[in-house]
């Protein structure tokens, strides 16, 4: 916290002394103290999360001053921005003359403080990690540095300012940190804020190496063309140029059987059980890879800054490769020896919250929603018979 001795803005009396303070709970809750001796009888709380916005999110926050103290708690239960965020605050403060007094402002990291931070860095990747040793941390540094030269070798999409990684243990512990996920998770890259979380243990350097590049190239494509319009997001096309940019992707993770899910589904969101999480990400690598060897890159980064410019899929997809999405995924289909699929259409997945995404090397890719919603029908199946059984009892 901070003390000012502060010019009153009006004259008359003497410029009182404030003490301010903002302790971090991560990923709960941040709490906001001002203490001061003035009579104070109206404050506002002025706050605003340092991350990549058209223009500025400030939010106020009217507080009721008790003796001499104001507090005020952002209870982040169903929006935590991930580690490394900064807060921006300051405090507007008001007396019973009417008197006002505007603190400076004060800035506040968010940090996971359950485990002990080391950092490093290359280029503009900063990477930290509490487990494992630097040889680690320098493996994984390496593999995001390739990646970034893959993309821009091989796509022509180049990193726009800096990002940051930090790596868990366990996909268990990056969850924990994470109030709004329930299940375990390999990554998730929040692109607002330029950083990525992923779980990597140091004991299978392989696999953190494949989910760090997974999610930094999501990092990078996000950031490509980025507009202020709240452009229209395709699963299969970032997922498939994440998977792309993996430097490990051999021919083992190519489709071996014919696909289920249409272009148009997969636009909009990936299958929720373990095999079709993982046939969807191999179909989504085949396009992008098809699309790349028979269109060029070129065409790849003018689809991308159409999609980024809010230009509709079939709009985007028809001005640059001569087709519709869905005659496009028949032509990729037909090139790959595979039977058509009908086209599903699908509703839109809102965009006010951001995308969490299990890793492809996660082998408990299922999502609980499924089973969640089958649980609940049972029981109301079970209770609706039972509730039969009893009236039928009574009336005997």
Not at 271 to 285: E, K, L, T
Not at 322 to 345: C, K, N, P, S, T
Request: hydrophobic share 40%; with cysteine.
């Amino acid at each position: 916290g901070k003390t000012y001795y502060l010019q009153q803005r009006l004259s008359g009396t003497a410029a009182p002394v404030f003490d301010t303070a903002a302790h971090v709970d991560y990923p709960a809750s941040i709490t906001f103290d001002l203490e001061t001796a003035a009579p104070i009888v109206d404050a506002i709380l002025t706050y605003e999360v340092d991350q990549l916005t058209c223009a500025p999110e400030r939010v106020d926050v009217p507080v009721v001053p008790q003796d001499g103290r104001v507090t005020w708690t952002w209870e982040m239960a169903q929006a935590s921005p991930p580690p490394g965020t900064w807060i921006w605050y300051a405090w507007t403060l008001t007396d019973a003359d009417g008197n006002k007094w505007t603190t400076e402002r004060e800035r506040v990291q968010l940090v996971d403080q359950r485990f002990a931070w080391q950092s490093e860095s290359i280029g503009r990747i900063m990477l930290h990690w509490y487990a494992g040793d630097n040889d680690f941390a320098e493996a994984l540094l390496e593999a995001a540095d390739d990646t970034l030269s893959r993309l821009e070798n091989e796509i022509g999409i180049l990193l726009d300012g800096s990002v940051n990684l930090y790596v868990y243990e366990t996909p268990k512990q990056l969850m924990e940190g994470m109030l709004y996920s329930y299940d375990p998770l390999g990554g998730i890259a929040f692109n607002t804020h330029q950083t990525a979380l992923v779980s990597g243990a140091p004991d299978d350097v392989g696999a953190a190496k494949q989910v760090i590049t997974h999610e930094l190239a999501h990092l990078v494509i996000a950031q490509y063309g980025r507009t202020c319009t709240r452009a229209e997001r395709l699963v299969w096309l970032d997922e498939g140029l994440a998977q792309y940019a993996q430097s490990a992707q051999t021919k083992s993770d190519a489709l071996e059987e014919n696909p289920v899910e249409s272009l148009r589904t997969l636009s909009d969101t990936f299958p929720g059980d373990a095999s079709g999480v993982r046939m969807a990400y191999r179909q989504s690598y085949s396009v992008v890879d098809w699309l790349l060897q028979e269109y060029g890159a070129e065409k790849m980064q003018a689809l991308l800054i159409a999609i980024a410019e809010g230009t509709e899929a079939d709009t985007a997809v028809q001005q640059i490769y001569g087709r519709d999405l869905d005659q496009l995924d028949a032509a990729w289909l037909a090139a790959q020896g595979f039977d058509a699929i009908d086209a599903i259409e699908t509703t839109p997945r809102t965009q006010d919250q951001p995308v969490v995404e299990p890793s492809p090397n996660v082998e408990s890719q299922p999502t609980t929603i499924v089973w969640r919603v089958s649980a609940v029908l049972l029981l109301l199946l079970a209770l609706l018979l039972f509730g039969r059984y009893w009236i039928n009892r009574r009336r005997r």
